[in-house]
């Protein structure tokens, strides 16, 4: 609720929107970051970390905005917690490097 609010008052208030206008970035940065180290490991597929972070917060956005807009549940039945944790398996699994097969596996 308070990020909607954010959204829709920062158009009015150049002083919000100084405020909240850079965090995307910096939540971006923040889990490319992580990410990037993810890569390095080996855990996580080799793609633009930066990618992969506008991904997993675009989930959230975009359901937000359609939740907004919608004057019904976008996922009846399902809480925000429920979906949340569906977002982040979906991500987890999606991004999860897969074992390239060996010589011998051919």
Do not use: K, W
């Not at 959204?7 to 970035?25: F, S, V, Y």
């Not at 009846?76 to 398996?89: H, Q, S």
């Amino acid at each position: 609720e308070a990020i909607r609010m954010m959204i829709c008052e920062a158009e009015h208030l150049p002083e919000l929107r100084d405020i909240i206008g850079p965090m995307p970035q910096r939540l971006r940065d923040m889990l490319g970051g992580y990410l990037r180290g993810q890569i390095a490991r080996g855990v996580v597929r080799d793609q633009s970390p930066e990618a992969m972070a506008q991904v997993f917060f675009g989930m959230f956005f975009a359901y937000n905005i359609n939740q907004m807009v919608s004057p019904d549940p976008i996922i009846p039945g399902v809480t925000p917690e429920a979906l949340a944790d569906l977002f982040a398996e979906i991500f987890v699994q999606g991004t999860l490097a897969v074992p390239q097969p060996t010589g011998e596996e051919q």
